[in-house]
């Protein structure tokens, strides 16, 4: 079967990056299906939007959304992951802002995020673009997983809670939960 994988940190190729620990769940369903993973760690919404948009869906019998937060914000070039292997796709979360090493514009970002980021207003565009996303899929069977926003095949708030890990940002028990999960649902689909 051939399956499409889009989406953030939470999906990407681990393996491809070179820091895979044990298998994410990405490389367990590729042992059993034809998988294309354009997942970027780090990325927004936007840019979750922009790899379906990317991709030739017509060429794919399933597709694998996992939905990033709505607190991440596009950028065209990350000022200090853009050279990485695995975030170079990145774009700006206060979080990974603050708790960086000192870079140009840190506090500037740090001020930005702050006093003028708009938290409802984040969510209010982040829920335009999974709408526009769900629509889209509306012709391919779509698997859409996250942590805490609403109408997911699969909300991951509990494995996340319980098998935090360096692969996805699972352990490798909670990206066999995963999987598991997501090949039940290729099955009964």
Known sequence: MNILICGDSFA??????GVLEY???PQILSKNHNITNLAQAGCSQYKIYLQIQKAQLST???VIIFHTSPY????????YLKNTQLHYASDLIYNDIENQSPFEDQQ???????????????EFIHQLIYEKI????????????????PNL????????????????HFDKVGNQIIAQNISNWINCV
């Open 12 to 17: 990407a190729n681990y393996n491809a990056a």
């Open 23 to 25: 298998p994410g769940w």
């Open 60 to 62: 794919f019998d399933r």
């Open 72 to 79: 991440r914000i596009y950028i065209k070039d990350h000022p």
């Open 108 to 122: 500037l970002l740090v001020k930005f995020f702050k006093k003028y980021f708009d938290l409802e207003h984040a």
């Open 134 to 149: 769900v629509a889209i899929m509306s012709t391919v069977p779509t698997f859409h997983a996250g942590i805490n926003l």
């Open 153 to 168: 095949t699969l909300d991951t708030s509990n494995i996340f809670k319980k098998h935090r890990g360096n692969v996805n």
